[in-house]
Nanobody, 125 residues
């Protein structure tokens, strides 16, 4: 099973930017559809973005459209989440995961596996 490690989180002021990375342990990463999720304190894990294995398609939750961009570099076994115009409500632990199912843009955490441990993003207002 592929192992995923997130990085790039931190403390940023509202309106600022961050780039998150999700590094995979295996070259089979290129075969997987992938997703980003986040979890705020006291809340359920929330879908943020998804990308197909071949990068041809992406999907976003409405609250981040136009501000977040998901991408990947299969040569580097890495997926990215570029976040701009950050808001306080973007605060949370951001995790990446593999979607082994045919519904590549599923928003259900239960459709994903191989979760990373996450990286904390804190946006101060």
């Amino acid at each position: 099973q592929v192992q995923l490690v997130e990085s790039g989180g931190g403390l940023v002021q509202a309106g600022g930017s961050l780039r998150l990375s999700c590094a995979a342990s295996e070259r089979t990463f290129s075969l997987y559809n992938m997703g980003w999720f986040r979890q705020a304190p006291g809340k359920e894990r929330e879908f943020v973005a998804a990308i197909t294995s071949n990068t041809e398609a992406t999907a976003y939750t409405d609250s981040v459209k136009g501000r977040f961009t998901v991408s990947r570099d299969n040569r580097k076994n890495t997926m990215y989440l570029d976040m701009v115009s950050l808001k306080a409500e973007d605060t949370g632990v951001y995790s990446c995961a593999v979607n082994p199912n045919t519904h590549w843009s599923s928003r259900r955490p239960t459709d994903y596996n191989s979760w990373g441990r996450g990286t904390q993003v804190t946006v101060s207002s």
